[in-house]
């Protein structure tokens, strides 16, 4: 098999032992079937690249979502701000009374 891969451009120490073991097996599964399918494009949770081919349900979930996200993103900075600022204070005080 990794000879295989070699061949096709792909270096088999960069996918690891497992996952060349996993490609074997289903290709040993799979392989008296005519055709293979692309499981992925089944997958409910994947959404369309393109924007335009997303419904406005999910835009509107994707935007609202990273409104949440950058929300945390603010709230978190904030607080390393404000912990900062105590770090310094307390380093001020300190070096004040020597």
């Known amino acids: 098999m990794p000879d295989i891969l070699w061949e096709n451009g792909i270096d088999p120490q960069i996918l ?4 060349i073991w ?14 293979f399918q692309d499981t992925r494009a ?11 081919e997303r419904s406005m349900a ?5 935007l609202e979502h990273e409104l949440a996200y950058t929300r945390q993103e603010v709230e ?3 607080k390393i701000q404000q912990a900062d600022m105590e770090a310094r204070k307390s380093w001020e005080s300190r070096q004040r009374r020597k």
Not at 22 to 32: C, D, E, I, P, S
Not at 58 to 62: A, D, F, N, T
């Open 76 to 78: 978190f900075l904030k």
């Open 58 to 62: 999910e835009r509107l979930r994707q």
């Open 42 to 52: 089944y997958n409910r949770s994947a959404s369309p690249a393109d924007p335009a």
């Open 22 to 35: 996993a490609f074997t097996h289903a290709l040993r599964v799979h392989g008296g079937e005519n055709d």
């Open 16 to 19: 690891g032992d497992h996952r």
